[in-house]
């Protein structure tokens, strides 16, 4: 799949001869499978959409009694268009959802991905623990409690993770409970930018159950061959 273009502020470069040039970072990579669809959010959404409701229909047998499937069809455009929207909203860069079934089961599950800019203030230290404490305090500010955090480096830059179980809010379009896994990462060579991966399923309707682990556990795989882009 293309990259997502970002527009890094700062190139890093050293002024000895002898230090490596880094080339700046110009996207993402994430490795999923074949039955995960990217929909691009900021161009290209409704041609993304449209391919993946096309190809939905023709996997509907075809001797399916018509005065079923037309509704059904109706009702699953209609929700897979308010998950686009609801996406759209976020400002987010990009959705990835499953579209296919994977084995016998459809999953309900999702990856979000979006961006966050935190300018400095003037004069404002830039030791090396100061990174991690933003990105803790950009997963705080949406008064989320009881979750897991943690702190690492995915593909040397820095990141911080995040697990949690979000209750169901019907008035958000969100029936169900769900687990939750965020990963935040700072851009490199452009340390006030935040690229953020955030992770959602129902499990087999309860977030805790042994799927929802396994799909939690399977994303923490994707992400861990998170790559990024470069020149």
């Given at each position: 799949m293309p990259p997502k273009q970002y527009e890094p502020t700062t190139t890093p470069a050293g002024t000895d001869e002898a230090e490596k040039v880094v080339q700046p970072v110009t996207g993402y990579r994430l490795i999923l499978p074949a039955e995960w669809a990217q929909i691009p959010l900021r161009q290209g959404t409704e041609s993304a959409v449209r391919r993946i409701i096309e190809e939905a229909h023709t996997r509907i047998p075809a001797?399916?009694?018509?005065?079923?499937?037309?509704?059904?069809?109706?009702?699953?455009?209609?929700?897979?268009?308010?998950?686009v929207a609801n996406a759209q909203k976020n400002k987010a860069l990009d959705l990835y959802l499953p579209v296919r079934p994977m084995g016998d089961a459809n999953i309900g599950a999702s990856i979000l991905v979006t961006e966050s800019l935190v300018p400095r203030a003037p004069g404002r230290s830039r030791d090396t623990s100061e990174p991690t404490e933003v990105a803790v305090?950009?997963?705080?500010?949406?008064?989320?409690?009881?979750?897991?955090?943690?702190?690492?480096?995915?593909?040397?830059?820095?990141?911080?993770?995040?697990?949690?179980?979000?209750?169901?809010?019907?008035?958000?379009?969100?029936?169900?409970?769900?687990?939750?896994v965020e990963y935040m990462v700072s851009v490199p060579g452009d340390p006030d930018?935040?690229?953020?991966?955030?992770?959602?399923?129902?499990?087999?309707?309860?977030?805790?159950?042994?799927?929802?682990?396994?799909?939690?556990?399977?994303?923490?795989?994707?992400?861990?061959?998170?790559?990024?882009?470069?020149?």
């Open positions: 001797d399916a009694p018509s005065d079923k499937i037309g509704p059904y069809k109706r009702e699953w455009e209609r929700r897979f268009r308010a998950s305090q950009l997963l705080s500010r949406d008064g989320v409690e009881d979750a897991d955090l943690s702190s690492g480096e995915i593909d040397g830059a820095i990141a911080v993770r995040r697990e949690h179980v979000a209750g169901a809010s019907v008035e958000q379009g969100a029936d169900l409970a769900s687990r939750r930018r935040w690229f953020v991966a955030a992770f959602s399923t129902v499990g087999g309707g309860d977030p805790r159950d042994e799927l929802a682990e396994a799909l939690v556990e399977w994303f923490d795989a994707v992400m861990a061959n998170f790559r990024w882009s470069r020149g």
